[in-house]
């Protein structure tokens, strides 16, 4: 089992950063990858970035390449995702996940909650 914890999101003004932490506990978290997604009210879920259990390969969704950055610290079980220059459209709920598998053919089998970010204009 695993659980996943997000945090760090707010209502903030377009321009402005924020960054989210994914806190696991439970199985080794430190030996699977972990994505972020996010969905916004009637749209479907969107994959926004994802990272391999050693921090070194990263990977991102074309509409959040260049402005946000994913991290992770397997010490602290923790996953970050620093968001810069954020717009209105990168309004949503923010969820992290725990990746099995490769990227192209992921399994996730446990979620976070999710954190609401809002970016007003």
């Known amino acids: 089992q695993v659980q996943l914890v997000e945090s760090g999101g707010g209502l903030v003004q377009a321009g402005s950063s924020l960054r989210l932490s994914c806190a696991a506990s439970g199985r080794t978290f430190s030996s699977y990858g972990t994505s972020w997604f996010r969905q916004a009210p009637g749209k479907e879920r969107e994959f926004v970035a994802d990272?391999?259990?050693?921090?070194?390969?990263?990977y991102y969704g074309d509409s959040v390449k260049g402005r946000f950055t994913i991290s992770r610290d397997n010490a602290k079980n923790t996953v970050y995702m620093q968001m810069n220059s954020l717009k209105p459209e990168d309004t949503a709920v923010y969820y992290c996940a725990s990746r099995r598998g490769t990227l192209s053919s992921a399994t996730y089998d446990y979620w976070g909650q999710g954190t609401q970010v809002t970016v007003s204009s």
């Open positions: 990272i391999d259990w050693t921090g070194i390969r990263t």
